[in-house]
């Protein structure tokens, strides 16, 4: 059973954290504070990097089939005494292909909806 090497589990997991760095860090230099980060930008920012997950991670679960039983990003060998090989990977098989399409899918309903309901809120970035 082959593993396919790709950087999609890698994406996977920075993309919500690049929208957070967004932002948190981005926006706010950008508007000079949160309070004039407009809700439509920041929610906008937010949804967009989750649904980017979402569909990173369907990307990713598309591979899963025959002879592939899990895409891999190999970082490193994390340690290795003789026989014993720990390699520090992150690994997407079905099981958490499947998770990750329904944490990511959710999340990104959740931050739809939070737009609405948040669209009158002071500091919506934050």
């Known amino acids: 059973m082959d593993t396919i090497n790709s950087s999609l589990p890698l994406l996977i997991l920075l993309s919500p954290l690049i929208g957070f760095f967004i932002n948190g860090v981005v926006l ?8 004039k980060t407009g809700p439509d930008v920041a929610g906008g920012v937010a949804t967009a990097f989750i649904a980017l997950s979402f569909v990173l991670g369907l990307a990713a679960f598309s591979q899963l089939h025959g002879e592939n039983p899990a895409v891999v990003n190999y970082a490193y060998q994390w340690f290795d005494f003789g026989g014993l090989k720990i390699a ?3 690994r997407i098989d079905k ?8 944490i990511s899918g959710i999340g990104t309903l959740i931050h739809l909806y939070s737009m609405s309901y ?5 500091c919506v970035g934050r």
Do not use: Q, R
């Not at 099981?95 to 329904?102: D, M, Q, T």
């Open 88 to 90: 520090f990977e992150l």
């Open 118 to 122: 948040m669209h009158d809120e002071e």
């Open 28 to 35: 706010p230099l950008k508007y000079k504070g949160f309070a």
């Open 95 to 102: 099981l958490s292909g499947i998770l990750v399409l329904i």
